[in-house]
């Protein structure tokens, strides 16, 4: 069964929550693109920090510290300057969650199909991923004012951040199916035994003759 990006539950919760967050951010907050930024640059900042300290508790090994260092270093700068000029990314900021809400929901489609054949759920399942993927594409097109594409792109990220739950119940129930169907039933455990209880009665000492030189 494919699970990729659903193999914990926190990795999926983490995102849905987070596209719901910014999701409502972009509907009813007031010049919402910019402050979308602001919040992604306040995340990179904070990643930043996360590295470098974690980075710092392993100075021992090389090569992982100069590593973090780095990513550390980069984090913080990129969001540092996007904070103080969202203006880079604010225009663009529609046309980025379109791409994410395309790759997500594709994500979504795939790890869904897998779980159909074990929960022998339909169609129906798919319906809330595939309009993520259509809204994504929707927004590159990019028709309207920035103002009323953020709105559209908020109510989008809602939807995204709903079937993201549900996959993630979806995929944990379809984990614990996979896991029964896997285990040995009764007869064959049984079968087992006997065959071990078998082979122990079925031992005997073996007897020898002690030779004399």
Known sequence: MITLGYKTKFDSITRAVAAIGI???MIFGSNAPALVVKIIAGFLML????????GLKKSKE??????LIVNAVFDFV???LLFF???????????IIGILLIAFGALQLIVLSGTMSLLGAGFSSLILSACAIVGGAFLLFNPFTLNVMSIIAG???????????????M??????EYEIRRAPTSSESSGQTRIEATSLSDAKEVEYEKVEP
């Not at 990643?47 to 974690?54: D, P």
């Not at 090389?62 to 590593?67: A, D, K, P, V």
Request: one cysteine or more.
């Open 47 to 54: 990643a930043g920090i996360t590295s470098l300290i974690y």
């Open 78 to 80: 990129l969001g540092l």
């Open 23 to 25: 999701g409502l951010v």
């Open 62 to 67: 090389q090569g992982i510290y100069q590593l």
């Open 85 to 95: 000029n969202p203006q880079w990314v604010a225009g663009a900021i529609v046309g």
């Open 171 to 176: 995929v944990v129930k379809a984990r614990k």
């Open 155 to 169: 109510c989008f990220l809602l939807l995204y951040g709903v079937s993201e739950l549900i996959s993630t119940w």
